[in-house]
C-alpha cells in the first residue's frame, strides 16, 4: 500500500478529529428542578435540551477562563503598578551580580 500524500494524510486527520468530537460525552444527572428548569430555558431558545446545555456550558467555560486570565486590580494596586513600570527602580548590587553571573554561566543559543 503506498503511503499517504499530504492532502489525503490531512483529511484523514480532520476526519478522526471530527470522528472524536462527536464521540466524546460529558453526563450529569440534574435533580427534577434543574431539569424543568433546563427545558424551560431551552424551549424559549428554540434550541433542544441537548444543545442548549452545550451552548449553555461552553459560555460559562469561557467566561471562567477570561475571568481566571484577567487581572482585576484596586485603583491603589493599580497606580503601583504602572507606577513600577514606567518608572522601573534602579538594579541593586545583588541583581547586578546575578546577571554578570548568569552572563558567565549560561551559554546562549545561535
Given amino acids: 500500500m503506498a503511503p499517504l500524500s499530504k492532502s489525503e494524510d490531512d483529511r484523514v486527520t480532520e476526519l478522526a478529529s471530527r470522528v472524536n468530537r462527536t464521540r466524546d460525552r460529558a453526563q450529569f ?57 514606567t518608572n522601573p527602580p534602579r538594579p541593586n548590587d545583588r541583581l547586578m551580580a546575578l546577571a554578570d553571573r548568569y552572563a558567565r554561566e549560561v551559554k546562549t543559543r545561535p
Fill in 29 to 85: 444527572r440534574p435533580t427534577a428542578e434543574q431539569k424543568e428548569l433546563l427545558v424551560q430555558a431551552a424551549t424559549l431558545t428554540g434550541q433542544t435540551l441537548s444543545d442548549f446545555m452545550r451552548t449553555a456550558v461552553e459560555e460559562r467555560a469561557k467566561r471562567v477562563i477570561a475571568d481566571h486570565d484577567r487581572i482585576t486590580l484596586n485603583e491603589r494596586s493599580r497606580k503601583t503598578f504602572f507606577a513600577a513600570l
